[in-house]
């Protein structure tokens, strides 16, 4: 049977409190490896002390991307399964991903569903993940786990996500599309592995101009051959959804592709 890592990370003193009213399922076969940054001196909550299945990794490091690494680095299951702080799990979801893996032996990296307020639009049924993605399809981190025997070597790029200097956001985009393009063997699968009860951290009514490199950036690094017209077109969509005016996108969009060149230049251990 194969055994699976959740990389949890969580953030600030009050971190601990959110992993804890988590409610982890104990499931043989499963640790819980939890990455607390910027946890200053808080403690850890007994409960999560008794539990011999999770383990608690400090970091003073800033950014979701870095985080995510930070726990990685202290997986050692079969399987690596993202997670962040505020999913509600039930055993049986966390067992149907050791699942997937169990009977899908070629599969290197998996998708799935997860209960979300403002979800993606999914793929109605069991699809290989290409170049581009099936329209529609977004991911985020914790709908993704992986195979650590033949995808040991992925890292999210700390240039990218939430608490990033210059572009928050598309860390897991990149993560994913820096999959397929390594050749890995990525499918989604119509499995709900969880829920999300809020809307997520990063969700704005106004996107930020961090928000807007990051997206001008991906891009670039995504579609460098109809980059132009698809930046128009992302600002177009911002500006009808009022979340930016079409110039205000279009600047720092750009700004975020003319980027693009130096970041796969010097990101071929988080690219591809």
Same mark, same amino acid.
């Given at each position: 049977?194969?055994?699976?890592?959740?990389?949890?990370?969580?953030?600030?003193?009050?971190?601990?409190?959110?992993?804890?009213? =988590?409610?982890?399922?104990?499931?043989?076969?499963?640790?819980?490896?939890?990455?607390?940054?910027?946890?200053?001196?808080?403690?850890?909550?007994?409960?999560?002390?008794?539990?011999?299945?999770?383990?608690?990794?400090?970091?003073?490091?800033?950014?979701?991307?870095?985080?995510?690494?930070?726990?990685?680095?202290?997986?050692?299951?079969?399987?690596?399964?993202?997670?962040?702080?505020?999913?509600?799990?039930?055993?049986?979801?966390?067992?149907?991903?050791?699942?997937?893996?169990?009977?899908?032996?070629?599969?290197?990296?998996?998708?799935?569903?997860?209960?979300?307020?403002?979800?993606?639009?999914?793929?109605?049924?069991?699809?290989?993940?290409?170049?581009? /993605?099936?329209?529609?399809?977004?991911?985020?981190?914790?709908?993704?786990?992986?195979?650590?025997?033949?995808?040991?070597?992925?890292?999210?790029?700390?240039?990218?996500?939430?608490?990033?200097?210059?572009?928050?956001?598309?860390?897991?985009? /990149?993560?994913?599309?820096?999959?397929?393009?390594?050749?890995?063997?990525?499918?989604?699968?119509?499995?709900?592995?969880?829920?999300?009860?809020?809307?997520?951290?990063?969700?704005?009514?106004? /996107?930020?101009?961090?928000?807007?490199?990051?997206?001008?950036?991906?891009?670039?690094?995504?579609?460098? =051959?109809?980059?132009?017209?698809?930046?128009?077109?992302?600002?177009?969509?911002?500006?009808?959804?009022?979340?930016?005016?079409?110039?205000?996108? =279009?600047?720092?969009?750009?700004?975020?592709?003319?980027?693009?060149?130096?970041?796969?230049?010097?990101?071929?251990?988080?690219?591809?």
């Amino acid at each position: 049977m194969l055994t699976l890592d959740l990389a949890l990370i969580t953030y600030g003193p009050e971190g601990m409190h959110r992993v804890e009213a =988590m409610n982890l399922p104990s499931i043989a076969g499963v640790r819980y490896i939890v990455s607390w940054q910027r946890g200053g001196d808080a403690v850890v909550p007994q409960s999560l002390l008794d539990r011999g299945d999770i383990t608690i990794v400090r970091t003073d490091s800033r950014g979701a991307a870095v985080n995510r690494n930070n726990a990685i680095e202290q997986c050692t299951a079969d399987i690596i399964l993202f997670a962040d702080d505020d999913l509600i799990y039930t055993p049986q979801q966390i067992q149907s991903v050791i699942d997937t893996f169990q009977n899908n032996p070629d599969v290197d990296l998996a998708t799935f569903e997860a209960t979300h307020p403002c979800g993606p639009v999914y793929p109605k049924t069991s699809c290989r993940l290409g170049d581009p /993605l099936p329209k529609g399809y977004w991911i985020s981190a914790y709908q993704i786990a992986y195979r650590r025997k033949s995808c040991g070597d992925m890292r999210c790029h700390p240039e990218f996500g939430a608490g990033a200097p210059r572009f928050v956001g598309a860390d897991d985009e /990149l993560f994913l599309l820096s999959a397929i393009r390594r050749g890995y063997d990525c499918r989604f699968f119509p499995i709900n592995i969880c829920t999300h009860p809020d809307l997520s951290t990063g969700t704005t009514a106004t /996107l930020s101009e961090g928000n807007l490199r990051a997206i001008g950036c991906y891009i670039a690094l995504a579609y460098p =051959m109809t980059a132009p017209l698809r930046l128009i077109l992302k600002a177009w969509r911002a500006k009808k959804s009022g979340q930016s005016s079409m110039l205000r996108a =279009m600047r720092h969009m750009a700004t975020g592709a003319a980027a693009a060149p130096a970041i796969l230049r010097n990101g071929h251990r988080y690219l591809w």
